[in-house]
């Protein structure tokens, strides 16, 4: 059965592609367009398909619109309710259900030789855990989504058996903890929807002195729900402007809200683990991306197994649309990796860097090449293999740096525009990672949890140590990742450290590098040494000498 997975109607439009149970591809239109996130999740954008993507997600299989069986919809337009009546300021949402009333005809334009009636709307929850329970190695597991809002709630609580899944509990509107955390990204001058994970860095500089007022709004209420609606912000802290320096107050702020999800979210979990039973807890939904409370999930919850979607945002419910549709014809098989994305041949690569005209060449082994520069303390861009599906850069499309030396976080945080409070994070392999950290799940391999680093690593790899002494790791397994692993290995031999500072490859505001020509107008606008494009070297020195 050959399904197209379709997210587009609030933010990180994104295609999926699954044959016969296996995925196949699964890429976000924004690596396509060049537009963060792909659009802006207001209603007039709504009618907006990820087009770019889901062409080239066909394309990578060999088919055309006309074989497919199904389109999933990730959005059932039936389920909905008036914004005004689930208590949300949203004047304009009947044009977004609109849009979404009509993705068929929508997606029969924009795919020719697509038949409208192989459209399938899947509940925007259900695609959610779609994407974790039978995405994940645990296909018998427990689910929790958590994020802004879908067609009337704004979490889904369920356990997977044999493909299929149980709901137990959801959340109504308006309250939701995903909306809660966005009006405070908003509050404190970041942009919504967009820049959560920034709160969620500057609450390990503050304090939680607001959190017995914070409960008065958002709180568990048994059963598995939760109440998160109608925090006055301002009562707390003025808001900030955009370009206005954080304070105290601002950090404060955030360090309560993100104590606050995490009370909710444990009690949620244990809830979930009384009615569900099992030892494995899959997540997704855009709050799942914030590392910080999965951690205190993993270790204060009942679970042995805490497993996240590397895209659990939006851009995940692509992919989960078509495995909840494959799972009515037998149990999908696991994602195989975030590495899901597009990728070019070596020769390809080489008549990038022929059509440019730029000076490179052709190392014995890029994994020698990259070391050797990064322990002379150089930035190195790392374009290799398949992009990846999601937020986070994997090894695939990175930006590498020496990890013991404290002014590299300055340093990359100004070479690609971010505020000085953003940590970068620690690669490390898979087999060494218990010997520098601690107190997450290992391995780490989509960077979706916090670890504390060992004391005795921390004034050795001062770059990836936040604040608070923790470190959001990436864990490299060798079978998998042959080539990231010996450019670790290769690094370990000439510094004795075994990890190399991993963030992805873009600047502020921009998504991460897809293809060469990507690559080739960063390395060509930011302040970087190499760019590793496969197994070629282009050196700032010869390119701009």
Known sequence: MRILGINALFHDPAAALVVDGRTVAAAEEERFSRRKHGKRPVPFSAWELPEQSARWCLERAGLRPSDLDAVTYSFDPALARPAHAMGLDD????????????????????????DPARVVFVPHHVAHAASAGPASPHPDSAVLVLDGRGEAASHLAGRYRDGKLDTLATQALPDSLGLVYEELTAHLGFLRSSDEYKVMALASYGTPRHLHRLREYVHPTGHGGFRAHGVDWAAFTPPRAKDEPWNQDHADLAASAQAVLEEVLLELVHWLHREAGGEALTL???????????SKIAARGPYRNVWVQPAAGDAGTALGGALHLAAQEGVPQPMPGAGLGRDWSDDELRDWLERTAIPYDKPADIAETVAEELARDGIVAWFQGRSEYGPRA???????????????????????????????????????????????????????????VDEAWRERIPAVVHVDGTARIQTVDEGAEPLVARMLRAFERRTGLPVVVNTSLNTAGRPMVDDPRDALECFGSAPVDLLALGPYAVRRGRVFA
Do not use: I
């Open 91 to 114: 004047p304009w949402d009947p044009l977004r259900l609109e849009y979404a009333r009509r993705a068929p005809e929508f997606l029969a334009e924009a795919l020719p030789g697509l």
């Open 394 to 452: 994997l090894g695939h499309r990175s930006l590498l740096a020496h990890p013991g030396r404290a002014e590299n976080l300055e340093r990359l945080n100004h070479v690609k525009g971010r505020e000085e409070f953003r940590p970068v994070a620690p690669m490390v392999l898979a087999d060494r990672a218990a010997e520098l950290f601690s107190g997450g799940p290992l391995p780490s391999p989509y960077m979706l949890f916090v670890h504390d």
């Open 284 to 294: 997704a939904g855009g709050v799942a991306l914030n590392c910080v409370a999965n």
